[in-house]
């Protein structure tokens, strides 16, 4: 077995964490190394998320620093998993890949999609690998979803309608919108970034969003307009008291619709029935997995490549456009 790749997260407040639960049973990598200005969170020597047997890492061995400078000069790593606040993304995958590091990057890809460019520029320059961790893509209903969305067993997807709503986030740059895009760019890119994934850019988007406390979009509804594609909305909020998601597909001979064991199938003629999808291995082990397999096997990132989640950030840009001048927008294309 050769070497496994040596990597070192930076950002260790939630998503570090759950990011760093996901590495005791990984086939490719080992965690070397936990990078963050807050030496407080560096408490904990185990990681231990609520996801299956997959979530669960021993942090006894890993390197601990407070600076990407300690980092760099003190440990020897291979690939760097940025879990830092979103307005860092660009900067510290940028900085990351001209230092010759490969770069596994949270969502969203960056504040900005003019960013976002700048970070593709850079993979391309130096040859580093970044991927951006879009998580439904690695989930396995969502996975399911698509297969059944491509194999086409249920005709063509006519309608499909999504929902990621909770609360408002404690940490401080999460409620300044400046920094985190509000509940539009933080939350509800997930969905779409997955529409994105299995249906392409919508020609124009027409969303109905609030501002409540943030100055940020903080609750929202999006309809993509697919010129003879199917109709499409997905809703999220920060504004909600439980945390609640979803998705229905409404196809031509069936509807799919989520449910706790996988998916409920519900046929036009014909009995429903449920499609049991297992929920482990979680989406961040998944995606952990997938990247770190294309590094060692030195193959594209074609789930998730970044040319694809940069065209995320340009639908929620046109999104949030619609939302504060309430008119239909058309999408841009990248370069243009
Ligand atoms: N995929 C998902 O399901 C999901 C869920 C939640 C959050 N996220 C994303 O994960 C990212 C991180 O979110 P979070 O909730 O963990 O944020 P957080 O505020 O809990 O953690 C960020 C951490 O980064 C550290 N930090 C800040 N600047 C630093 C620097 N220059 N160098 C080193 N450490 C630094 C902070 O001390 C903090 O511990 C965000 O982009 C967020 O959108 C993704």
Redesign the pocket.
């Known amino acids: 077995m050769a070497k496994k790749i040596r990597c070192a997260i930076?950002?260790?407040?939630?998503?570090?964490?759950?990011h760093a639960a996901q590495y005791g049973k990984q086939k490719y990598v080992e965690l070397v190394a936990i990078?963050?200005?807050?030496p407080e969170?560096f408490k904990q020597k185990e990681a231990q998320i609520n996801l299956g047997k997959s979530g669960k890492s021993k942090l006894d061995k890993v390197q601990y620093c407070?600076?990407?400078e300690a980092l760099t000069s003190s440990v020897e790593f291979d690939m760097l998993d940025i879990?830092?606040?979103?307005p860092?993304?660009a900067e510290?995958a940028i900085r990351a890949m001209k230092d010759g590091y490969d770069v596994l990057c949270?969502?969203?890809m960056a504040r900005h999609s003019s960013d976002a460019v700048k970070m593709i520029e850079t993979a391309r320059k130096t040859g580093r690998k970044l991927m951006i961790?879009?998580?439904l893509r690695f989930a396995n209903n969502f996975r399911k979803l698509k297969e059944i969305h491509d194999s086409g067993r249920y005709g063509k997807l006519l309608r499909m309608d999504m929902r990621r709503n909770g609360g408002l986030?404690k940490?401080a740059?999460?409620r300044d919108p400046a920094q985190?895009g509000g509940a539009l760019l933080?939350l509800h890119l997930?969905d779409t970034d997955f529409i994105q994934y299995l249906l392409g850019v919508p020609d124009k988007v027409m969303t109905f969003g609030i501002t409540r406390t943030t100055g940020g979009i903080d609750d929202l509804m999006s309809n993509y307009i697919f010129a003879d594609g199917p109709k499409v909305s997905s809703e999220g909020s920060w504004c909600r008291g439980p945390w609640s998601s979803g998705v229905v597909a409404v196809f031509e001979k069936a509807t799919a619709d989520f449910c706790p064991e996988g998916i409920r199938i519900c046929p036009v003629d014909g009995k429903e029935k449920i499609l049991k999808v297992p929920s482990d291995p979680n989406?961040?082990f998944n995606e952990i997995a997938y990247f770190t397999e294309c590094i060692a096997k030195k193959k594209p990132v074609k789930i998730c490549p970044p040319e694809s989640t940069l065209l995320s950030i340009l639908i929620a840009e046109a999104e949030e456009k619609s939302a504060r001048t309430g008119k239909m927008v058309a999408v841009k294309k990248p370069g243009r």
């Open positions: 930076i950002g260790y407040g939630g998503m570090g964490h759950f990078c963050d200005t807050n969170k407070a600076s990407y879990c830092l606040p979103c860092l993304h510290y949270e969502k969203p961790a879009q998580c986030p940490q740059w999460y985190s933080d997930h989406p961040y």
